[in-house]
């Protein structure tokens, strides 16, 4: 995905974020970005205590820098759009057992 979402594809993608965000809830580090400490019991609590650590927290296929799917692309220039720059980001690709956690939270499969 090149450039920035235009109108419906922004809308659409700020949807499904807000739904997603609302469903679940290594840490990276740039401006704006806080990196925390991942080990956790593999549970619910684990997730909750990440989410409740910042005001705004996402996990992404890869960087805000570099995201690695289209789902995360779309979340990182929705907070650019909005002027968020200051977040958590979690790179799921780099945990495997955070992965994991999120997909049985969310009651879902990847891909």
């Given at each position: 995905?090149s450039?920035?979402?235009?109108?419906?594809?922004?809308?659409?993608?700020?949807?499904?974020?807000?739904?997603?965000?609302?469903?679940?809830?290594?840490?990276?580090?740039?401006?704006?970005?806080?990196?925390?400490?991942?080990?956790?019991?593999?549970s619910?609590?684990?997730?909750?205590?990440?989410?409740?650590?910042?005001?705004?927290?996402?996990?992404?296929?890869?960087?805000?820098?570099?995201?690695?799917?289209?789902?995360?692309?779309a979340v990182v220039?929705?907070?650019?759009?909005?002027?968020?720059?200051?977040?958590?980001?979690?790179?799921?690709?780099?945990d495997?057992?955070?992965?994991?956690?999120?997909?049985?939270?969310a009651?879902g499969?990847?891909?």
């Amino acid at each position: 995905m090149s450039g920035s979402l235009g109108g419906a594809a922004a809308a659409a993608a700020a949807r499904a974020l807000l739904r997603w965000g609302r469903g679940i809830g290594g840490g990276l580090r740039g401006p704006g970005l806080r990196a925390a400490g991942l080990g956790g019991s593999g549970s619910s609590e684990h997730l909750d205590a990440l989410v409740k650590k910042d005001k705004v927290v996402v996990f992404l296929k890869g960087t805000p820098e570099q995201p690695q799917c289209g789902f995360s692309n779309a979340v990182v220039q929705i907070l650019r759009l909005h002027g968020v720059r200051d977040y958590a980001a979690y790179n799921v690709l780099d945990d495997p057992q955070l992965r994991q956690e999120l997909l049985v939270l969310a009651g879902g499969n990847e891909e």
